[in-house]
């Protein structure tokens, strides 16, 4: 190692670093940073001009100080000037400060990206690399601008230096990743996918990266990667230990190749050709047989790197999943770890199991391992491992194990810890009800869930519990049994209360002649618990009373005695007090037969996907859950379909519904999709895409608890009539005023929206439907911004499960944030292989300004007040145009709430106008909006004027809303 | 994909951090903090691998120090532990036994070392040959000290 190699000479960077060390408290630290910040601040801005030494160390002490977590707003010019030193090292601290401190500053990035410019034109191998490094640091859109088209040349250049190759790929794959659009695809991809038979390992290596990359985008052009990655990894795997020298890693050749070579196979299916597809299997025998095979060193190392390969190879065999023999391998083979004394196998190996366990090779040998999971679920120390093991069960699960797998699953949660309760609870919920050969085992199962677990309980449990019982005769008398049973208890659960309450205001008949359960005990057991309950559970308790009168006349005064006391009827709850007056009335005025008609027993609920599965799917992000269920829809018949007339076909079971989840997100009311006025219900369904009045079986008075289940199962996934593509602006404009609805729909493929937002956040559902009967591989939708929007909306959501069944439905969840006004739509780009063809999508995604908009209501003074008040001209935009559809005032109204402002009526002294009111919420600012509509029918034009206290806010919404009439 | 690499101390003071997608400042510092806090709460025999967001963080102890990458869901758990062993030899080798305090007095090293060794989120060079070849070089193209025996310390 060269003398010079550490402190090249910065001592006056030593000094400041030892004296920010000795600092004895956080405020002599920010002293002591302030003290040289004024420094270096001075010697910046001084008549004395300083040499390279000493900007590189003010450079360097500005860089320390910001990652201390410091801000740093000056010395970027200095930095900048360093880069076209001569000097090495200055460069070299000129690039690492740019690197870090990146800054969209347009004039520097000029000067960076010349800077750069001229260091790939060097020559110089090791300027070239430090550019390179640099615009990978970065990998902004400007420097993709830039750089996109140079860089593939040096990567195939006959005379560029092996180190500088590498790397020019990952640089390129950097670019690629940011602004894929700014990458052209040609000529050098062919030589790029040589790259693969290079002599120099660290080519390969890099070049491996780039092109798994490319080809999970553009699977034809890279195909023939495909023989080559073969025949390097056999190469690779046969090659005695010392073959491949320095790239030997404790005793195993180049892992970190191999697993890439093995993550490249996984963007196609099983090679087609039976030579490549004969070596790839030998491969992984040999990799699988390696395993088996004594260690070659104790070192934890050698073992790690060994195992990296294997597990790559379980997951491509998995990915292929179509050689049994090689699954059954993998199975025994993760078997073998999960017994293992390293607990990060165990973990990986109940990680990869998991994946297993949905092939229909493997799932069989997957449930020989379930006494050593459950053996890991008991004994495991570390929570996270139990965490999958409570996942592996789960996805092992069948009929078969059922009753064991529940019955573990109860028995952990009783000591589980408390951040996987609510997973576990969901997940004994959605396993007793998709395996339930018994229904009184299935409620037993819940009744115990809530018993242990009550606090982890959501309402989906609950509600689901209650929505099988009414529909399903033959297990209601049991239901109300138990719980009244259950309810005996001194102390339970106040879900437990719920449930019991709403079982046996159905129910409760069914078990009123044994005289240890007559009617009074009923009541005066239900009663026991009310005074220790929260309002909704009591508003519910008495919504049972009234059943109660219907049910047992007998013991009518009792429960009106009830309703008429003080506590109730001058209750200090709104809600209570109502429920009590309403219904001492109704059981006082009205006639049996009335009473009878009005407190029927609820009619079934119409049948639909478990609502608790929906909101697992939340939890875990949608890919987990859907594979499995996919996988298993065939082996399981679905216990609902049984005894329900309406036959359950196959496209409503796999239709993910996420309605429960959207009325999850908004704790208040619904304010930016208002639902219409009732009157308009029938125009409206052009304007907002749901149905329009969906007709609920509500008991009379029985407003929020028992209300809730039949909310939950009215709600319906909006469907469209069958939509082709269409012009990308159009669709934006179709979702302007509405929130649901069909995006994109051609043969193979259909996709649904189904968004929400409250103020600058939003949620929105991508629903991917395959309509075909053929799988869709590598199915991989992207959303892709701009830097511009990037910087002004904020789009984060979790890949899909690369594999959509034919028939089937993905969904994929995007939570959508607004950080500051934006124009343009986020693109959605969907490839997926059909057959054996390569299909592309893109689709604007209709997110735009006006779905941040909060409803202001104000008087008709207020408005004025604020009209005038943004009578700057920047403030208002206005324009006029002609109408484009039928100029119904109504349609408007709704197009009007649809957009998100307020509708204000009596505001405008012409009743034929129309003026709204809201605010746009983002980040970093809540911009007032006004606007007015005046119609002009005789010239069919409307006049449009929007007042914002931003421009381009009031021109963004103004062109929105003008597409709109 | 790496996504980040985290080196803090046991006491939660960062030493170093390479971030491989863009970021803001404060969403950096939120995410760093509570990776540390969950990271320093886990106990020493605990598996190296957790869950968070929906990354996968893999991450190890070394002495003082702890190493910690967030991957992607599709990564490799082992071949990343063997990412942050493969550096560790390389500062070792480069600084001759390292410790924590040769990357707090020498952290533009430690930046041009991870340079060489991953690039935008991938491994670039896996031999530790070719990698303190290239340090090595940088180095000797450093200018000899005494071209700056005369300058002020500030």
């Known amino acids: 190692m060269p003398a010079v190699s550490k402190g090249d000479g910065m001592r006056g960077l030593a000094v400041f670093i030892s004296d920010i060390r000795n600092c004895k408290s956080k405020e002599a630290e920010i002293k002591r940073i302030n003290k040289e910040l004024a420094n270096i601040r001075s010697k910046f801005k001084g008549d004395k001009a300083l040499d390279g030494y000493s900007k590189k160390k003010y450079v360097c002490k500005l860089l320390f100080i910001f990652l201390l977590g410091h801000d740093i707003d000056f010395g970027h010019m200095e930095a900048v000037n360093l880069l076209s030193s001569n000097r090495y090292t200055e460069k070299q601290i000129g690039y690492l400060f740019i690197s870090v401190l990146v800054n969209s500053n347009s004039e520097l990035i000029r000067l960076i990206n010349n800077a750069i410019k001229n260091d790939l034109a060097s020559r110089n191998p090791t300027f070239m690399g430090l550019a390179l490094h640099c615009i990978a640091n970065v990998g902004s859109r400007e420097m993709a601008e830039a750089f996109a088209g140079e860089i593939p040349k040096i990567l195939v250049a006959g005379d560029t230096m092996d180190s500088v190759k590498q790397s020019a790929a990952l640089c390129l794959l950097r670019l690629y990743r940011t602004s894929p659009d700014l990458v052209p695809m040609g000529d050098w991809t062919s030589r790029v996918v040589h790259l693969l038979n290079d002599q120099h390992l660290g080519v390969v290596t890099a070049a491996t990266s780039l092109i798994t990359t490319l080809a999970q985008k553009n699977p034809e052009e890279f195909k023939t990667s495909v023989s080559l990655a073969v025949s390097r990894l056999s190469r690779i795997v046969t090659s005695a230990s010392t073959d491949l020298q320095d790239y030997t890693y404790y005793f195993v050749p180049a892992p970190w190749l191999s697993v890439k070579l093995l993550r490249l196979l996984q963007c196609y299916p099983p090679p087609e050709d039976p030579a490549v597809r004969g070596r790839l299997t030998e491969c992984l025998e040999t990799i699988l047989n390696k395993a088996q095979e004594p260690p070659k060193s104790k070192k934890v190392q050698h073992s790690n790197a060994k195992n990296a390969v294997l597990f790559e190879a379980i997951s491509l065999i998995i990915h292929h999943d179509s050689e049994p023999n090689l699954l059954v391998r993998a199975c025994n083979q993760l078997g073998q770890f999960l017994q293992h004394r390293e607990t990060n196998l165990r973990y990986l190996a109940l990680e990869s199991m998991c994946t297993l366990a949905s092939s229909e090779f493997s799932h069989e040998a997957v449930k020989t391992h379930i006494e050593t999971v459950i053996n890991a679920l008991k004994t495991e120390r570390d929570v996270s491992v139990r965490q999958r093991a409570v996942d592996l069960l789960y996805a092992m699960c069948d009929r078969s194990n059922a009753q064991q797998i529940v019955a573990e699953m109860l028995n952990y949660l009783e000591t589980a810890d408390y951040s996987i309760r609510e997973e576990i609870v969901l ?237 999850g997100l908004g704790t208040g009311p619904p304010t930016n999709a208002a639902s219409p006025p009732a009157s308009s219900g029938s125009l409206l369904v052009d304007v907002f895409s749901e149905p329009a009045s969906a007709v609920t079986q509500l008991a009379p008075g029985s407003q929020e608890n028992f209300a809730s289940p039949d909310l939950a199962s009215s709600e319906l996934v909006s469907e469209e009539p069958a939509e082709t593509a269409r012009g990308a602006d159009e669709l934006t404009h179709k979702f302007v005023c509405k929130n649901n609805g069909v995006l994109f729909e051609n043969q193979l493929l259909q996709i649904g929206l189904k968004s929400e937002f409250r103020q600058n956040l939003g949620r929105m559902f991508i629903f991917y439907g395959n309509k075909t009967s053929t799988q869709f591989l590598t199915f991989t939708p992207t959303l892709i911004c701009s830097d511009d929007l990037q910087s002004n909306l904020n789009l984060q959501t979790k890949p899909v499960d690369p594999t959509v069944d034919g028939g089937a439905q993905v969904q994929q969840v995007v939570n959508i944030e607004c950080i500051s006004d934006f124009t343009e739509a986020p693109v959605l780009n969907i490839q997926f292989r059909y057959g054996g063809t390569f299909q592309n999508v893109s689709v604007k995604l209709p997110i735009t300004l006006n779905k941040f908009f909060q409803p202001t209501e104000m008087a008709s003074q207020d408005f004025f007040q604020r009209w005038k008040q943004l009578s700057n001209p920047q403030q208002e935009v206005q324009n006029i145009f002609k109408a484009k559809h039928p100029m119904d005032p109504e349609i408007t109204k709704a197009k009007i709430i649809g957009f998100g402002s307020a509708l204000l009526e009596e505001v405008d002294p012409n009743p034929a106008n129309f003026v709204g009111a809201g605010i746009i919420h983002t980040r970093t600012a809540q911009i007032g909006c006004l606007l007015r509509l005046e119609p002009n029918l005789q010239a069919q034009m409307y006049r449009l004027t929007l007042r914002t206290s931003k421009e381009t806010v009031s021109q963004r919404l103004c062109d929105l809303l003008s597409e709109q009439f | 994909m790496m996504q980040f690499m985290l080196l803090f101390s046991r006491q939660g003071k960062l030493r170093l951090q390479k971030w491989y997608v863009p970021l803001s400042d404060k969403e950096k510092k939120k995410i760093t903090r509570e990776l540390v806090q969950t990271v320093l709460a886990r106990k020493p025999k605990m598996c190296s691998f957790l869950e968070w967001r929906d990354l996968k963080i893999v991450y190890k102890r070394y002495a003082s120090l702890y190493f910690c990458c967030a991957i992607e869901d599709q990564d490799n758990e082992l071949i990343t532990l063997e990412i942050i062993h493969r550096y560790v030899e390389l500062l070792d080798k480069y600084f001759g036994s390292v410790c924590e305090l040769d990357i707090i007095f020498n952290f533009e090293k430690a930046y041009f070392i991870l340079d060489e060794f991953l690039l935008g989120g991938e491994v670039q060079e896996t031999s530790k040959k070719n990698v303190l070849k290239a340090i090595e070089q940088a180095d000797l193209l450093q200018e000899p000290r005494h071209e700056y025996f005369n300058v002020p310390v500030y």
């Open chain 1, 427 to 663: 997940k004994v919920a959605i396993l007793a009800e998709k395996y339930a050969v018994d229904y009184t085992w299935y409620v037993d199962t819940i009744l115990n869930l809530i018993r242990i677990a009550g606090d982890y309980v959501s309402e989906e449990v609950w509600y689901r519990v209650i929505q099988i019982v009414i529909n399903r005769d033959d297990v209601q008398g049991y239901a109300a049994k138990t719980v009244f049973e259950a309810l005996q208890a001194p102390a339970c659960h106040e879900n437990l209360v719920k449930v019991g309450g709403y079982i046996l205001g159905e129910f409760g008949n069914l078990i009123a002649g044994d005289p240890r359960s007559s009617p009074l005990i009923q009541f005066n057991l239900l009663h026991s618990k009310f005074h220790l309950c929260s309002v909704p559970t009591r508003a519910l308790l008495l919504s049972t009373y009234i059943k109660f009168v219907n049910l047992f006349p007998e013991i009518k005064t009792t429960i009106q005695d009830v309703l008429r006391s003080d506590s109730q009827l001058k209750n200090a709850d709104v809600e209570l007090q109502q429920r009590a007056v309403e219904y001492l009335r109704l059981s006082t005025i009205a006639s049996t037969d009335i009473l009878a008609t009005v407190l029927e027993e609820m009619p079934p609920f119409p049948e639909r996907e478990s609502s608790i599965l929906a909101k697992l799917k939340k939890k875990k992000g949608p890919s987990t859950v859907t594979d499995l269920e996919e996988t298993k829809k065939e082996r399981s018949a679905d216990m609902n379909g049984g005894a329900e007339p309406a036959p359950v076909n196959a496209s409503t079971v796999s239709t993910p519904s996420p309605s429960a989840d959207l009325l």
